[in-house]
């Protein structure tokens, strides 16, 4: 059995109807639980729930702040390359768009590496477009083998691989695996995706269990959202996640509520969510999946990150750019999406810490890397 | 009186170990350190950053405490057994904190693998603290592979429930020879108080002070609750009962009959 078949099982159910026939005693009763199963995070998504925001942002505070206490984890994404075979119609790097492909060579990766690391950053996320011509695992493996040197954590958001694909990389030194179904409803994914390997629908929702039966560290997944209805694609990311954390209970497990952003192209989505929509998805998982990481992106507006401080989210992007060698190169090539909030590492560092909370530039110390003398006390024993 | 708490040969001078995760500002620690008068600090490896100035959490620790680095993050034994090595080169010492956890939705440790660990460090000469499930048999093996201490949790890590496995560890302190310390679950210093009052060695508090509205008072009240807990276990508190001392209501008629009977 894998999530695929969980799909289908939630498939057959009516999660229209259900949403319609939640009450608000119901979402009363779900807000008094310690326990939530996963009808309960469904009536939290309902229309009947937005009333409650308030109180389910303060049990989303508790939780977090007994969990994780008052810190958020920042890292940033690396673009390693834009070519692409596939034609997601969202997407900016569409094998159709007429864009300048690039992809970095090993040089510039170390340039970039640099110019991260001297920001104090030491989480990565390194991502490509889908082309094993341009940018395949032996290509990334290279990749990571520099990076190590200057990064603690290096997690990858590229094409779904095969588990022996995955145990390759993670040889390497990947700790970490980002991928986000987009669309969890099947028909729409396939209009959305209508050539090359990313149609495969399943290959890509099952990614997260190869991953983790390699023995990956830590799994984000998520919906982009906008491209269909929010609340049945939350509330399937949401049971992804459960599912994972069933499945593999040694493996951290995160979620993110990517919603689109302008890129390049026509495509506008046709399913917008509100901040209020985002707010509500957030606290329902943090309700639903009390250790859960939940990532927020640059794709937000600085005013809006600043308030989600607070609500449940743990980790968090910065200085970031989705162009190939964004980070060292002032052209203004295109990326993947347009960033919102565009504030540096050391004004995001500043801005959180304002909050009251402290900005964590490391949670994982890469165990091929070897320890520092460090310590200034007196060595004991 | 002479009480003091000894851990592989070394004194410690205070009972209340303070964890060093989830505060809102490192330049909180040394302040916490010093209003609950604590002597052992432990920290996590993974957050250690040997590269950045000012986010290299062991410059904030004042120069006379334990460092008791922690292998948070570990899956496996081996993972643990890493983390620890790494841990060594810092140059902090040989105490470690073995925290080995297959399972991120409870966060309860793995014992198997927490014994595996210990029986390999020990060996290397690490001064070996291991957190664990509360279970006799899985203790008696960590001190047969050589912990230096057993840290049974009082409920899972973060939850601030209080010692809810009372009952075990309370046969893990009258059977077990080495100290024990009630790591995790403790969110009150009351909590705290009846950990010490129960016999345990010391306590190990990190949620319930870094997350207090105000993180220094929180700790100083810790403190004071470790102390007093301890005074109290020391002071051998009179047993419980459930009724006032002069009455006999079951016996009392025997009082009544000699009565009459005089």
């Known amino acids: 059995m894998t999530f695929y078949d969980e799909i289908v099982r939630l498939g057959g159910m009516d999660l229209a109807g259900f949403l319609e026939r939640v009450t608000p005693s119901h979402v009363t009763n779900v807000l008094a639980k310690s326990d939530l199963q996963s009808q309960d995070f469904l009536a939290l998504l309902s229309p009947q729930a937005a009333p409650f925001l308030e109180d389910m942002a303060q049990a989303a505070h508790r939780l977090t702040l007994q969990h994780f206490g008052r810190t958020i984890l920042l890292y940033t994404p690396l673009y390693l390359s834009n070519y692409c075979v596939n034609q997601c119609v969202y997407c900016g790097f569409n094998a159709t768009n007429t864009i300048e492909r690039r992809k970095l060579t090993l040089a510039e990766v170390e340039l970039e590496a640099k110019a991260i690391a001297e920001t104090g950053l030491q989480h990565l996320l390194i991502l490509t477009g889908e082309s094993r011509q341009h940018s395949p695992i032996s290509y990334i493996r290279d990749c990571v083998s520099v990076l190590r040197r200057y990064f603690s954590s290096i997690s990858i958001e590229i094409y779904p691989l095969s588990a022996d694909e995955y145990a390759d990389l993670i040889a390497a030194g990947v700790d970490g695996l980002t991928i986000y179904q987009e ?55 949401g049971v992804h996640a459960a599912y994972l954390q069933n499945r593999f209970p040694d493996i951290e497990i995160s979620v993110s509520f990517p919603r689109m952003r302008p890129q390049f192209g026509d495509y506008r989505p046709g399913f917008p969510v509100s901040d209020r929509d985002l707010v509500q998805s957030i606290l329902a998982l943090r309700l639903f999946l009390p250790r859960a990481g939940i990532t927020i992106s640059t794709r937000e507006r600085k005013e809006l990150r600043d308030n989600l401080v607070k609500l449940g989210v743990t ?30 590492v050391d004004e995001m560092r500043r801005g959180i810490a304002h909050l009251g909370y402290k900005p964590i530039l490391k949670d994982w110390h890469d165990l091929g890397r070897e320890g520092k003398k460090v310590c200034q006390t007196t060595p004991i024993s | 009186m002479d009480d003091k708490l000894v851990i592989a040969g070394r004194q410690v001078t205070s009972r209340l170990f303070i964890g060093t995760g989830k505060f809102a500002d490192y330049s909180l ?63 902090c010492g040989d105490w470690v904190k073995i925290e080995v956890i297959s399972d991120q939705k409870y966060l309860l440790p793995d014992n198997f693998e927490t014994i595996i660990a210990i029986e390999i460090l020990a060996k290397e000469g690490f001064v070996v603290l291991p957190y664990m499930s509360p279970d006799l048999m899985a203790a008696k093996r960590m001190v047969d592979a050589g912990a230096a201490a057993i840290m049974p949790l009082g409920a899972p890590i973060g939850t601030n429930r209080g010692i809810k496995t009372r009952e075990l560890v309370q046969i893990l302190i009258s059977e077990i020879d080495l100290p024990v310390i009630v790591d995790a679950g403790i969110g009150r210093p009351s909590e705290a108080a009846e950990a010490m009052e129960m016999g345990a060695a010391a306590v190990l508090v990190n949620t319930a002070i870094a997350t207090a509205e105000n993180p220094v008072l929180m700790a100083k009240a810790f403190g004071q609750a470790v102390e007093a807990g301890r005074g109290a276990y020391l002071a051998g508190p ?13 016996t009392g008629f025997l009082r009544r009959e000699e009565k009459v009977g005089q």
């Not at chain 2, 120069?63 to 790494?86: F, L, Q």
């Not at chain 2, 009179?238 to 079951?250: I, K, N, V, Y």
Request: proline share 6%.
């Open chain 2, 238 to 250: 009179g047993a419980t009962r459930h009724f006032a001392e002069a009455s006999s209501p079951l």
């Open chain 2, 29 to 91: 620690i040394p302040q916490v350190i010093k209003a609950a008068k604590a002597q052992v600090v432990t920290v996590a490896l993974r957050r250690v950053d040997f590269d950045n100035p000012g986010e290299n959490m062991l410059d904030y620790l004042p120069k006379d405490v334990i460092i008791m680095p922690n292998t948070s993050g570990a899956r496996s034994a081996a993972e643990a057994v890493r983390i620890a090595r790494i841990a060594r080169e810092t140059g």
């Open chain 1, 315 to 344: 980790k968090m992007s910065a200085g970031s750019s989705t162009a190939i060698g964004g980070h060292t190169d002032a052209r203004d090539s295109i990326g993947q999406f347009e960033i919102s909030d565009r504030r540096s």
């Open chain 1, 183 to 237: 669309a969890y409803e099947e028909k729409v994914y396939s209009l959305l995706h209508p050539k090359g390997p990313k149609r495969d629908y399943r290959f890509r929702l099952e990614a997260p269990e190869r991953g983790g039966q390699a023995g990956i560290r830590a799994i984000n997944i998520g919906p982009l959202l906008g491209l269909h209805e929010w609340r049945s694609e939350v509330f399937k990311a």
